[in-house]
Structure formats: C-alpha cells, structure tokens
C-alpha cells in the first residue's frame, strides 16, 4: 500500500490524484516540472454541482458486444471515485478532465423525469428495457438529495415500463417500494456491482461507495422483497482481485443473487494515465506485475477497443481469469436466473390506481 512519506501528498476520499490533460482543449494546468512550482498547484477538491437542462435523457446504445439497448444518466461525473471507470473520459466532452474533475464536478439533469416520461410517451416508442446507469452511477450520493433516480422509477412504475438498474451504492434500498411494485409484474432487473471483499482494497480503489458488506446486504434486502437482483463482478484485475472471484460468487449466491457477470479491467484514453499514477502510488510493490498482467490481457496494451474482446480480454490469464469465473457461477448459480421482462404490461395511458 501506499508508503508513509507520501501520505501528506495523497487526497483521501479520492480515487484520481491527478488532473489529466482534456484533448478538447487548447490550453491547460501541467505539472511537467513541479521543481519550479512555489506551492502544490491541487489540492484536494471538493464537490461541485453544475445544472444541465439536456433536450433528451435516453440514449440508444448500438455497441455490438452489448446488444440493443437503451440508456439513462441522471447524472455526469460519479463522486464514488471508481479508479478504473470507463465513463472517465466522457467527462472530457464537458470541458472537464477525467481525472479529479470527474469525481468532483457533477452535473445533474434536473429535468430527467420529465424528459423520460416525455420519450416513453412518443407514440412510436414501444416498450423496450431502458438501463438506468449506463455511463455513471444513478444512485451516487447526490441522489440522496436529489432524488432525481427515484423521479424515474415513477415513471416507470406509472407506465408500467420495464427498467434495468446497476449500481454500487446501498441507497437503492431507498427504492425498494418502487422496486417491489415494478417486480410484481416482471418489470425490473437489478444488478449490484462488487468488486472486491477486501475492504481496504475498495476503500481506496472505489472510495465514496457502499462496502462489500453493504452491498451483500443490499442484494439481501432486494431478493427477500421479491426484486430480481444479481451481481456483477466487475472489473477484474490481475493481480489486484482477480483470485477473490469464487468467494464473491459465494457470497453473492448466499444472499440471494440470482445471475452473476464480470469484465475485465480496461484503461482506454486518459484512464490509463490515471490508473498507473494510482497503481505506482498504493502498490509500488507489485506495480510491474499487475501492470504487465493488464498489458498481457489486451495484447501488449492497457486498453482495447475491439467490439467483442474489450471487455473479456485475450491470452492466458483472460482464459485463466473467464475459467475461474465459470467453475465458480456453474457452482454457485446452478439453477438460477433473471426472469424474463414482460413487456407486455406498458400502457402510455398510465397507471391511474397507483401513487
């Protein structure tokens, strides 16, 4: 872990220590040469809220490795901080970077309820699942205030909608009466992201998010009301917790998880910058192993774009890391699985008994 004399220097609460450089800008802070700085040029950032009124809120995915889909984030940025997160350099788009900003400048669409109501409402959209937290987390701390999620799910449940939910965050249970009520009929799917059951590894690799436990016991309260829950295990890294991947399925079956998943970690754009400055700074002892295993899944590189690869990697230790995986679902889910949308049940005329 991280050594004693550069704690002063590491900003707790963070996962990115560093700003990154924003392709889409002309001028930018560096710290090429710090011997000429009189003082630290960062310090640790606090969080900023930034107000957006977007034109629309659903997205339609057309990645081929994650089938048809449709999308919505509330929010851009993510306060939990996650180290290696994909949606980091979408952050760039916004005149923000990927690394600190994206954990500390949020923007919030106030006005997604209205707009999803709005677009499920057009009278050539026909019921498909729409996934809540495709890009950024819909349940981060702002939430809690916000309340902008919760919006949404009443949407759903009024139309009767089908929805998919990912998330990290134990706030979910918030919802479960809305959860409850869209399960009844077969309209909602939710998965728990859990990384890693070692608590002082996601305390610094994920570090505003709800604790292993937590998060199991999420997965428990939402399969004892009758929500169909499962767990992705994501992202696996080499090195860092890839050999935790048996006693996470176990502990996610045990709760009551239904389906499990995984990824592997990749480090496309700025992420991989960021994701080494963190890597040297807490486990300089085992940088070149974790490092060179990263490279080993992606051909030599950190990062791969290659629909259908990207995201479950190549060579020996993806075949070893996706063989663990199988043995340990094929042992622990044996007989389990989602239950299948009804998408039969959305009606644009709403649901007048309800709320």
Avoid at 55 to 75: E, F, Q
Wanted: glycine share 6%; proline share 5%; net charge positive.
């Amino acid at each position: 872990m991280k050594a004693e004399e550069s704690q002063e220097d590491y900003f707790k609460g963070r996962g990115a220590q560093i700003k990154t450089a924003n392709k889409f800008l002309k001028a930018q802070y560096v710290t090429d040469h710090v011997e000429g700085l009189d003082e630290p040029l960062f310090s640790a950032p606090t969080t900023q809220i930034f107000y957006e009124t977007p034109k629309k809120i659903v997205n339609k995915v057309t990645s081929p490795d994650l089938s048809m889909m449709y999308s919505a984030n509330p929010y851009q940025g993510c306060e939990h901080g996650c180290i290696y997160c994909y949606a980091r350099n979408s952050h760039e788009y916004w005149g923000f970077n990927a690394g600190l900003d994206f954990e500390s400048k949020i923007i919030v669409k106030k006005n997604a309820p209205a707009l999803l109501e709005k677009f499920i409402l057009h009278p050539d959209w026909h019921a498909t699942p729409l996934s809540f937290s495709g890009n950024t987390d819909c349940y981060q701390p702002l939430e809690r205030k916000m309340e902008i999620t919760r919006g949404m799910l009443k949407i759903m449940a009024q139309y009767r909608h089908p929805v998919g939910i990912i998330t990290k965050n134990s706030l979910i249970t918030r919802d479960i009466d809305l959860l409850k009520d869209l399960a009844q009929d077969n309209l909602v799917h939710v998965y728990i992201s859990i990384t890693s059951l070692t608590e002082e590894l996601r305390r610094t690799m994920e570090p505003r998010t709800a604790s292993a436990t937590k998060r199991l016991q999420t997965v428990e309260l939402l399969s004892n009301a009758g929500i169909p829950v499962g767990i992705m295990n994501a992202p696996i890294i080499p090195g860092l917790n890839h050999h935790e991947i048996p006693s996470i399925l176990k502990a996610a079956a045990d709760a009551g998880a239904r389906n499990a998943g995984m990824t592997v970690v990749r480090l496309n754009g700025s992420i991989g910058k960021i994701f080494e400055d963190w890597l040297r700074k807490n486990f300089p002892d085992r940088f070149e192993k974790v490092w060179n295993q990263i490279c080993a899944l992606h051909g030599g590189n950190v990062n791969d774009s290659q629909f259908g690869r990207r995201m479950s990697g190549e060579g020996e230790y993806a075949r070893t890391i996706h063989q663990l995986f199988v043995t340990s679902k094929r042992k622990f889910f044996t007989d389990r699985s989602m239950p299948a949308m009804d998408l039969t049940k959305f009606r644009k005329g709403g649901n007048l008994s309800l709320f």
